[in-house]
């Protein structure tokens, strides 16, 4: 048997770039689950205009403070830092719109669990150790490329309109069930886990749902 996981996070959101690694550290100590985990679509603000907005800008108006967005980085930089992520919130300059990275991301799941992780992983890194703007085409495609997606007419997929309405039906599809926030994990399709978890308490949910009989 296997452990259907469903990730549901937005790529510009740093709690789902922590939940991804604990929930690597999570599956590599209840290998048993034999998990398939699958990464869903979500946005945390689908407004941002297709080409971003100036990240320092948009920040400041979301939080007010500066001195308090200052302790929110700090605080994520110092859990970061245990899960092996380099937060370089200072090297980001743009708030990108995530519909074309989840597109991607939706295509990269075609093509395989092991590939979709990849680009997710890469998205992540991407954005918020490296500062790059993951809304950028080019970006996409490098991502694609390094990931190991086949990327023949990639460059005309982001561009067309192919899977927005299927990208925007399937966050759609999760706000309906109650996904408010971001990562947000679903097991077996009927068991949920909010929130960038320690890994100690997704491990125990893991193996909790993995051990049950499958009509449970």
Excluded at 47 to 53: A, D, F
Excluded at 99 to 113: P, Q, T
Excluded at 132 to 140: A, F, P
Aim: proline share 4%; hydrophobic share 45%; glycine share 8%.
């Amino acid at each position: 048997m296997t452990l259907r996981i469903d990730v549901v996070s937005d790529v510009v959101c740093p709690w789902c770039f922590l939940g991804m690694k604990r929930l690597d550290r999570a599956l590599v100590q209840v290998p048993e689950a034999n998990a398939v985990v699958t990464w869903r679509p979500f946005q945390l603000d689908p407004s941002i205009p297709p080409n971003g907005l100036d990240r320092q800008q948009y920040m400041q108006a979301k939080f007010g403070s500066s001195d308090r967005l200052q302790q929110i980085h700090a605080t994520l930089e110092q859990l970061g830092a245990a899960e092996g992520i380099s937060f370089r919130f200072d090297a980001i300059t743009r708030s990108p719109n995530t519909l074309d990275a989840h597109r991607l991301i939706r295509w990269a799941g075609a093509e395989g669990e092991a590939i979709q992780r990849d680009v997710v992983a890469e998205l992540f890194s991407r954005y918020f150790e490296q500062g790059q703007d993951i809304g950028d085409h080019d970006v996409l495609t490098d991502v694609a490329e390094r990931s190991g997606m086949a990327t023949a007419n990639l460059g005309e997929r982001l561009t067309s309109a192919e899977d927005r309405g299927a990208v925007q039906a399937e966050i759609a599809e999760a706000q309906s069930k109650g996904v408010s926030g971001v990562p947000f994990f679903i097991l077996a399709g009927r068991y949920a886990v909010s929130g960038a978890q320690e890994t100690a308490v997704l491990a125990d949910a893991i193996a909790q749902i993995a051990a049950m009989p499958k009509e449970a």
